[in-house]
């Protein structure tokens, strides 16, 4: 089982859009995928058409130890599974306070699930609080969904700082930024081509080759509670995902 988190603190880079969206291309393809919504705003729930109840969520996993598989729930997509966010999951990084191991909730809870999927999505929430550092982790390989905007830059700096922390911390040794993912990208515009000039010279094999433009059929699916590929698969976005789901699958799985 490999467990990618798609992280990035910074908020409305794609993540969940990527998570959602990946997530059914592999499902597709015949993979059994498990999203994990660490996010307490819950998009990814409800992109995969799930409908808030009081049914176990990840905060019951997190802060209450419950069995992960009690929190399964089906979805919308297909061979996709989720374990839902909660409102509640605001307060986990208080609750969970200074307890021992609180950092490898995510991780234990996982295990148990091991053969149970053949790759794990967790959408980390715009911060990097303690729910993120769980998805560190957690996960096999880090994937960075990013703007071509030049905060972009800064914010990645800021990340790979905390990655690096997790690793020297031992928190998760193997951690590092595996793979960079351009959204909402508009060839048309001059700065998006310098940007993505500059982090391609930077990161080199690490950015995707795989870019995803940006298109309306991405942002109007989640009103129906579906991916692309069930929404309109044949759209800019609905193809821009199959191709990443097969670069994912080649370099990861
Ligand atoms: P994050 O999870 O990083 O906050 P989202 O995936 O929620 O980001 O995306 C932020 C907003 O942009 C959402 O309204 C989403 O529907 C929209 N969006 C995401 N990717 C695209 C895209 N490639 N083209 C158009 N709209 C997009
Ligand atoms: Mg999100």
């Known amino acids: 089982m490999k467990t990618i988190a798609v992280i990035n603190q910074k908020g409305g880079v794609g993540k969940t859009t990527t998570c959602v969206n990946l997530a059914s ?76 191991g609180r950092e490898f909730r995510l991780r234990e809870a996982l295990q148990k699930l091991e053969n149970d999927f053949d790759v794990v999505l ?18 096999n390989r880090l994937l960075v969904p990013m703007q071509c905007e030049y905060y972009s830059m800064q914010g990645l700096s800021l990340l790979a700082r905390t990655v690096q922390m997790v690793r020297e911390q031992g928190i998760n040794q193997g ?19 310098e940007i993505e000039t500059q982090i391609r010279d930077v990161f080199g094999e690490h950015v995707l080759k795989t870019v995803i433009p940006r298109n309306i059929d991405l942002a109007a699916a989640p009103a129906q509670g579906l991916a692309i590929r069930d929404y309109g698969r044949s759209s800019r976005g609905g193809q821009a995902y199959h191709d990443l789901a097969l670069e994912v699958k080649r370099l990861w799985l």
């Open 122 to 139: 967790v959408d980390c929430p715009p911060s990097l609080g303690l729910l993120t550092v769980n998805a560190l982790a957690a996960a």
């Open 25 to 100: 291309e592999l499902g597709a393809m015949r993979k059994k995928v498990l999203v994990v919504d660490a996010d307490p705003q819950g998009n990814a729930s409800s992109g995969l058409g799930f409908q808030f109840d009081d049914s176990v969520s990840l905060y019951d996993i997190v802060v209450g130890n419950e069995d992960p598989k009690w929190a399964l729930h089906s979805t919308s997509a297909k061979n996709v599974s989720l374990i839902a966010s909660n409102i509640n999951l605001v307060g986990a990084d208080l609750e969970l306070g200074g307890s021992d």
């Open 175 to 193: 951690a590092q930024i595996d793979a960079i993912l351009l959204t909402m990208y508009n060839p048309n515009l001059r700065l998006t081509r």
